[in-house]
């Protein structure tokens, strides 16, 4: 069984805020992969366009199964969810959803520009961080938690109680395609 407790999600919905609490609360191990990576040199080059590293999947994944060794749970929040996860060493993946109108809103107060908030609340439209999950872990490792109208500390509670029931997989609950038209959405926001 793995020790990784991945906290997955659009950008802006509230990893960070989890896994510190989990972190905190838990006594889980918070690894960070966008500080370990400049932490520890893990990047092949410098991205100016998006002004961010571009990660060495295989030494960062060869750096978290060294982690993921250690007996102790480790929490990792990323909104990246590809070849560099070492997927054995993963319990659980909780992929956190935003409403996105909410995310996109939350992104520009953020002042991210109007094509990259609308990018990353297009992705979480269409499930894209749900979809990755399922499709690398399988149904039983990913449980979805819509953080709309929670507090941080209603989605903890949330988070830590899905953590003591063990591997139970709980996703396709949030469709936001149900609600928004996606083209509808991008002339209204």
């Given at each position: 069984?793995g020790n ?5 999600g659009t ?11 989990l ?8 690894i ?10 893990l ?11 571009v ?8 750096r ?17 969810v ?10 659980l ?22 094509s ?13 961080c749900l979809?990755?999950?399922l ?10 938690i ?9 989605v903890?509670?949330?988070?830590s109680k899905?953590?003591?029931?063990g ?17 509808e959405?991008?002339r209204?926001i």
């Amino acid at each position: 069984m793995g020790n990784i407790i991945l906290i997955t999600g659009t950008p802006g919905v509230g990893k960070t805020a989890l896994a510190k609490s989990l972190s905190h609360k838990s006594g889980f191990k918070l690894i960070e992969p966008n500080r370990l990576v400049r932490k520890e040199k893990l990047y092949t080059r410098f991205d100016r366009a998006r002004k961010t590293y571009v990660a060495n999947e295989g030494k960062l994944r060869r750096r978290l199964e060294a982690l993921a060794r250690s007996s102790e749970r480790i929490v990792l929040p990323t909104h990246l969810v590809g070849r560099f996860l070492p997927k054995a060493s993963v319990e659980l993946a909780l992929v956190l959803r935003l409403d996105p109108v909410v995310l996109y809103k939350r992104l520009r107060a953020r002042q991210w520009t109007k094509s990259k908030a609308w990018e990353n609340t297009e992705a979480e439209i269409l499930d894209v961080c749900l979809q990755e999950s399922l499709s690398l872990l399988g149904p039983r490792k990913v449980h979805e938690i819509d953080t709309t109208r929670k507090s941080a500390a209603e989605v903890c509670r949330e988070a830590s109680k899905v953590l003591s029931r063990g591997n139970t997989g709980r996703s396709g609950i949030v469709n936001w395609l149900a609600r928004y038209d996606p083209l509808e959405l991008e002339r209204t926001i």
